[in-house]
C-alpha cells in the first residue's frame, strides 16, 4: 500500500507542475505499454510459480525474458518507422514517447516475471521492497524534474522508464542464476508443456486489458480537448487503487 500512498500523496504537487497534456501523454504511454505488458512474454512467465521443478521454474523465467525482449525488440522496429502516426493516432504532445514504449515494455514485463520467481521462493519482502522502489524512485524525479530538466521534456513519462529501470535492477539484485542463459531444448519441452498459456491464458489477458484500455483511447480521438479528463481519471484510478487494496 505505500507505493500508492506515495505516489497518490505527489499528485497534490504533480498536478500544480505538470499540464493536463503530459498527464495525458503520461496515460496513453500507459495504456500502451500495459497491452503489450500483458501478453510480451506469451503468459509462460504463469506457469513459473505453478511448475513443480526449481529447475524448470528457472528456465521459464529466461524463456519469458527471452519472449519479453524478442516482443520488445519488433516493437521497437515499429516504434522507429511508424513513430509520428502512432502519435499523431493518440494525439500525442510529445512524438517522442512512442520510442520509449518497447523500452518500458521490456523492463516492466521482465521484473514482473521476476516477480513471479520471487514469489515462488516466496521472498515477499523483495517483492514489497520492490514496489516501493519503483513508485518512489519514479516519484522522486517526477517531483524534481522541472526545477532540474528542461520543461519541454515530459518529466511524467522520463520518471516512469526511471522508476521501471529502478525495479528491475532491485529485482535482479542477487538472483540466483544467470538471467540470460540459453537452453534451446528446455525452452522446447516447456513450451510445449505449458502451451495452454499461450492459447488460452494470453487471449484472456489481452482481451481484459483491451476492456479496461479501451475508454481512454476513444476518450483520445474525440475532437475536444479531452487532456485534463485523461489527467483527472489518473487521480480516480489512484484512489480506487488504494481503496481496493484496503478492501482486500
Not at 529447475?55 to 519488433?74: G, K
Not at 494525439?91 to 521482465?110: D, E, G, K, M
Amino acid at each position: 500500500m505505500l507505493a500508492q500512498v506515495v505516489g497518490f500523496g505527489a499528485l497534490f504537487f504533480l498536478g500544480r507542475w505538470y499540464s493536463p497534456e503530459s498527464f495525458g501523454d503520461l496515460e496513453v504511454f500507459l495504456r500502451l505499454t500495459g497491452i503489450f505488458v500483458a501478453i510480451a512474454g506469451l503468459r509462460y512467465e504463469m506457469a513459473i510459480v505453478v511448475e513443480d521443478s526449481d529447475e524448470n521454474a528457472v528456465e521459464l523465467t529466461r524463456l519469458s525474458l527471452y519472449l519479453n525482449t524478442a516482443v520488445s525488440v519488433l516493437l521497437f522496429l515499429v516504434a522507429l518507422v511508424f513513430a509520428k502516426p502512432l502519435a499523431n493516432l493518440f494525439h500525442l504532445q510529445n512524438a517522442y514517447v512512442i520510442y520509449f514504449i518497447p523500452l518500458v515494455i521490456w523492463l516492466t514485463a521482465s521484473t514482473e516475471t521476476l516477480v513471479l520467481f520471487r514469489n515462488r521462493k516466496k521472498q515477499y519482502a523483495k517483492i514489497s521492497t520492490n514496489r516501493v522502489a519503483t513508485s518512489f524512485s519514479a516519484t522522486c524525479y517526477k517531483l524534481a524534474h522541472n526545477w532540474v530538466f528542461s520543461p519541454l521534456v515530459n518529466g511524467l513519462v522520463v520518471g516512469q522508464i526511471l522508476g521501471q529501470v529502478v525495479g528491475f535492477l532491485q529485482m535482479t539484485y542477487r538472483l540466483p542464476f544467470k538471467l540470460f542463459e540459453y537452453n534451446k531444448l528446455a525452452f522446447n519441452k516447456l513450451a510445449r508443456k505449458y502451451k495452454m498459456f499461450p492459447m488460452f491464458s494470453m487471449p484472456a489477458a489481452l482481451l481484459n486489458i483491451l476492456a479496461t484500455s479501451m475508454p481512454f483511447f476513444i476518450i483520445s480521438e474525440l475532437k475536444f480537448n479531452c487532456s485534463s479528463i485523461i489527467s483527472s481519471s489518473i487521480i480516480i484510478n489512484c484512489i480506487f487503487s488504494i481503496l481496493k487494496f484496503e478492501l482486500i
